[in-house]
């Protein structure tokens, strides 16, 4: 009776998984405790190994999606070898058999063909014209993907996991946007002033961000964090 292949329980909150990858191919042959088929969950990668020795037949294919108690394919007893002297034994009552003349026929599996005499004519034929010209190589149809050197590559689970996760949480999760309006009238007239100095200096226009770091840097000079533990104070 074949040995059937069956997916693991793979823990409490893992309820399928997918088929990476076969390691043995259909029809070859397995071993005891080697493993066969490599299966991916939202977690991690496991193998299954096979449980007695055989031929595999493989039921589920990669990319199957599969859940515990899942047949994934079976392994089959190998047939008994046979013996080469049991191959190439004559048939039982075809051993005397003889030809007209008295010549002993070649009943047996195996035996090679008996040579006709080549005539002198035939030996004198030349030989027939070998072709040196090779017909042109067809080149191998290329996928779409290949023109723009993109590949396509399947996302895994635990990918698949995170992505969904993500989105849940941009869905559930509270966002909030605050607006505060404020007089950049003198900021702009002194990026204005720095501008011709910056570009000569540095080759780069000055832009907004380089004004918000000083001042967040100069707000921290002047309330440094023993400044607000001594005061009792939480900000300036």
Not at 37 to 47: A, C, G, H, P, S
Not at 142 to 163: F, K, L, N, W
């Amino acid at each position: 009776m074949p040995t059937r292949i069956v997916v693991p329980e793979m823990g409490e909150s893992v309820v399928s998984a997918i088929v990476a990858r076969w390691l043995k191919e259909d029809g070859e042959a397995v071993a005891p405790g080697e493993a066969v088929v490599e299966l991916e969950t939202e977690k991690v990668n496991l193998e299954v190994a096979a449980e007695a020795a055989g031929i595999l037949a493989i039921a589920k294919p990669a990319g199957a999606e599969v859940q515990p108690g899942d047949i994934l394919g079976t392994i089959a007893e190998a047939a008994a070898p046979v013996s080469p002297a049991t191959e190439t034994a004559a048939p039982e009552g075809k051993t005397g058999e003889t030809r007209p003349g008295g010549a002993p026929a070649a009943k047996a599996a195996g035996a090679p063909p008996l040579l006709e005499p080549r005539t002198p004519e035939a030996s004198a034929a030349p030989p027939a014209p070998v072709s040196t010209t090779s017909a042109p190589e067809t080149p191998a149809p290329r996928s779409p993907t290949d023109a723009r050197g993109e590949e396509r590559v399947r996302i895994s689970r635990r990918r698949q996991t995170i992505a969904r996760h993500l989105v849940e949480s941009l869905r559930t999760a509270a966002m909030l946007t605050t607006f505060n309006e404020v007089d950049m009238g003198a900021l702009q007239e002194l990026r204005t002033r720095l501008r011709e100095a910056t570009l000569t200096r540095h080759g780069l226009f000055p832009g907004l961000t380089a004004f918000f770091i000083k001042a967040a840097v100069s707000a921290l000079k002047a309330c440094p964090d023993s400044t607000l533990r001594s005061k009792g104070r939480k900000w300036c």
